[in-house]
């Protein structure tokens, strides 16, 4: 993998962590989602355009950022042995998601019970409750844990046999569009049983979406091994963009008018037997492909260098990505009696949590107990 290429794709990894925090600070002030602390948005427009962002965002983030932890995951087995990987895997995911579920979680938990619900509870009574222990936007990591961990261990019972005796090129468009449409269906069917929201529990894994984490997760891997990401063009990525966004800002309200979201609500767009559920599967991949096409054949053409800035920030993603619950809820917590439309708070709050995050994640990456972890 060249410098040129490997920066890229870290530039593409700095996005992602900035539209995670913007994805759950969007669903704080009245997007749709789970997530610890919410506010009622009563702006319509607001909300319909934190809809639309959020349902942007959840089409390709998460399935792109376990695409690009496998890619490189198959780069890291070209160089060590898989022993060694499941060491640093345990070091570098483990230990993250037990600090996170067991002191992040228990103090984010108690804050909400003591500032938002009101209640006082000795530590026993927090204890007792059934939802201090949860992994929050660690399921990430808990579940990348779980499918580096098989990676690995099937990597380890097949030995050192090499696999490059048919280099594989890259997909033509119109097998990849085939690929998305039968990617979709395959959500729709999975959501018929585990609809978008329903979530394993203390893991946090929305099962609706793991086809698409599996499948990406799967191609990452692929696309590594047989250099595919390099093989995307610039022209390629632009025609995609064109359909993203005729899917994006037409398609996608247009299926929510003739569903009769307004009326009927939205539960019967995330799952079970309805034409509705189906149609937002097969637009939610489709759009979702579509982005990670995008992204990297622009990101290849247009953003292969980094200011000192950006390589900051590129090495304090994963940190965000860790912390960034703890900053966002406690400035909402902060300016949660402020006299502000929730419209207001999140344009106001949106740069300042993301400064926050970064500036206080490069701190955290520079401490002793850091070093080899984050």
Not at 25 to 50: D, K, R
Request: net charge positive.
């Amino acid at each position: 993998m060249t410098k040129q290429r490997q920066l890229h794709i870290d530039n593409i990894r700095v996005l992602l962590t900035v539209l995670v925090v913007l994805h759950h600070l969007a669903i704080t002030y009245g997007g749709p989602g789970g997530w610890y602390y919410h506010e009622v948005n009563s702006n319509q427009v607001a909300v319909l355009l934190m809809t639309l962002f959020v349902a942007t965002n959840q089409s390709f983030f998460m399935g792109m950022f376990f695409m690009i932890s496998a890619y490189f995951l198959e780069k890291s087995l070209r160089r060590k042995p898989p022993l060694i990987l499941i060491k640093d895997r345990l070091r570098r995911l483990g230990i993250p998601l037990i600090f996170y579920g067991f002191i992040v979680s228990p103090f984010l938990i108690f804050l909400l019970i003591r500032y938002v619900d009101g209640r006082i509870l000795s530590i026993p009574e927090f204890f007792n409750t059934a939802t201090w222990v949860t992994f929050g936007p660690l399921w990430f990591v808990a579940a990348l844990l779980l499918f580096s961990g098989i990676t690995l261990l099937i990597k380890l019972l097949k030995g050192n046999n090499q696999e490059f005796k048919n280099r594989l090129s890259m997909p033509s468009n119109q097998k990849i569009i085939a690929f998305t449409i039968v990617l979709g269906v395959l959500s729709f069917v999975t959501r018929i049983w585990f609809p978008v929201g329903w979530t394993l529990r203390p893991f946090g894994f929305q099962l609706g979406h793991f086809p698409q984490y599996i499948v990406l997760f799967i191609i990452g891997y692929q696309a590594s091994k047989y250099d595919w990401l390099n093989q995307i063009t610039y022209r390629q990525s632009m025609n995609c963009l064109k359909g993203v966004v005729v899917m994006v800002f037409i398609l996608f309200p247009l299926v929510f008018h003739f569903g009769e979201a307004a009326t009927k609500g939205t539960d019967i767009f995330i799952g079970g037997l309805y034409w509705q559920s189906l149609v937002f599967s097969l637009w939610e991949q489709l759009v979702g492909i579509g982005i990670i096409i995008v992204l990297l054949g622009l990101f290849k053409e247009k953003y292969t260098n980094q200011t000192l800035l950006l390589k900051n920030m590129s090495a304090s993603a994963y940190t965000v990505y860790i912390f960034h619950s703890v900053i966002l809820v406690l400035l909402a917590l902060l300016i949660k009696n402020v006299e502000l439309s929730a419209t207001l708070k999140f344009i106001i709050s949106a740069p300042i949590v993301l400064f926050l995050c970064f500036w206080i994640s490069n701190l955290i990456r520079k401490l002793p107990f850091a070093k080899g972890i984050l």
